[in-house]
């Protein structure tokens, strides 16, 4: 019942729509994320994925190189430790925020659906 009430109020359903679909997946990008902020020496920050200093180009990049390791056969980013697939995952939903940030998308939803 409370998914048909958020659909008709034009609210995203978060656990069932995503978490529910992809626990292992959303795991995963949380390990690569803190692994991440490790390596680089800071805090897990929003504000890292969104700063003026990366681009979206940046971010496809980065995603287009973990493909180019899996297309070769390579799973696991030697670096990092993990897997190719997760990396690819993490630098797209860098874009994919980014790219929301930019273009205000909360304004962008309240003009566009209904």
Not at 36 to 41: E, F, I, L, S
Not at 50 to 78: C, F, P, S
Request: aromatic share 8%; glycine share 8%.
């Amino acid at each position: 019942m409370s998914d048909v009430v958020n659909i008709k109020a034009n609210k995203p359903p978060i656990y069932s729509g995503v978490i529910a679909y992809f626990p292992r997946a959303i795991e995963a990008l949380a390990r690569l994320s803190q692994a991440g902020a490790n390596k680089h020496g800071h805090q897990l920050d929003r504000d890292g994925v969104i700063n003026e200093q990366y681009t979206l180009r940046m971010w496809d990049d980065a995603a287009g190189r973990h493909q180019l390791e899996y297309a070769k056969g390579i799973d696991v980013d030697g670096e990092m430790g993990s897997l190719h697939r997760t990396n690819e995952v993490w630098c797209k939903m860098a874009a994919l925020e980014k790219l929301l940030t930019e273009i205000e998308y909360e304004d962008w939803v309240r003009s566009h659906v209904r």
